[in-house]
């Protein structure tokens, strides 16, 4: 795997941005912090850096050169918020962020960038009372995959019984492979989809949340992406 560059701006209240900026081996999730002597000193964590201050907008969202799958503000060792993520060069407009919260000195900004070809999917989901996940399988062949949870390794049923999806969005490069309405079905415990959402190749165009086709998650269920080859 090689080594990139991941680059993110992130401007906050006070009216600063954030340059961050760090080396990554690709296939290998890592902190992105700030880049020693290009607007700070040291490479800092996001969470130090602007301790008390809180995420307006989303100049540029996490972004590698090659391919990436999923980011998000790690909090205590948990998801504590989602975020959008590109590849150099096909970003969309600027965003807001998907939570408003104050930062705190151990939050940490977190990426997986991967290889271009990497088949590594990521779904990412927020419940109707605020809980951010990301689920991730790796489509091999004529099959299907259920995603589980980065952080315990759960399936979704596990991990957002009870819960209600009411946004999500994912990445893959699969695209025609794909046979699960575009990206990840929710199945439920009789075996049929009852929700799901597209999933986007970020080499060619940037993902972003959707509010269409969540649903309420029952232990059992699982999130399943099903390709051809």
Sequence with gaps: MASVQVKSALMLNTGEVVNLESTM?????????????????????????????????????????????????????????IMPVAVEGVQVKPCGMLRSFVLQAGDTLRVMAKTASNRLNALNTITADGIHSIFTATTTGDNAQSAVQIKSGQGLGESLTGKRIAKHWATSIDGSKIESGGGFYYINDKGLPIGGTTATDPSKQQPTPNSVGGAMINLNFVARIQTSA
């Design 25 to 81: 081996t690709e296939g290998t999730e890592t902190e992105l912090t700030t880049l020693d002597g290009m607007y700070s000193v040291g490479n800092i964590s996001l969470g130090q850096f602007a301790n008390g201050k809180s995420i307006t907008s989303i100049i540029q969202p996490p972004s590698a050169p090659n391919g990436i799958s999923y980011a998000y503000i790690d909090r205590r060792g948990e998801i504590f918020c």
